[in-house]
């Protein structure tokens, strides 16, 4: 895949991220939000989004990755955009938030990366950050 169709693929999934965030095309994400569960649970209060939308904001999350993952973008980029995401949903420091590093995870998932690939994925964008790293897994563990 070629450096420009990576980002024509970002630029649509940021695209319909935004356009999801304004107004409500269809059902299907309430259904895959409403079934995914665990992990999420007890890292939600960690979470400062606005308006306690944090299913919303863990969609967002998880389509961004998934495209991501299937793109194989920049990490710069990468971590930018889930940076504005985070800032939308009033997430100052989204690589410490457990929430926003387990919605990786479950787009990585979503995007049926095997086990292995996922923890590269992790030590890639984390590095040395643990917490980061194991909140990702346990997201991307939150789907059997």
């Known amino acids: 895949m070629t450096r420009s169709s990576v980002l024509v693929t970002l630029a649509i999934a940021w695209l319909s991220v935004a356009i999801g965030a304004g107004c409500s095309i269809s059902n299907s994400s309430e259904t895959l939000s409403d079934s995914i569960s665990s992990p999420f649970d007890w890292s939600s209060g960690s979470s400062a989004s606005s308006g306690g939308d944090d299913s919303a904001y863990r969609q967002d999350v998880s389509d961004y990755t998934l495209a991501f993952s299937e793109a194989s973008g920049d990490w710069a980029a990468f971590r930018h955009g ?51 790293r194991q909140a990702l897994l346990a997201g991307y563990a939150s789907i059997p």
């Open 82 to 132: 889930v940076g504005r995401l985070a800032a939308e949903h009033g997430i100052a420091n989204w690589e410490e938030d457990a929430f926003t590093c387990a919605s990786i995870g479950l787009g990585l998932q979503r995007g049926g990366l095997d086990l292995e690939a996922a923890d590269r994925f992790g030590a890639d964008l984390f590095g040395s950050n643990a917490r980061g």
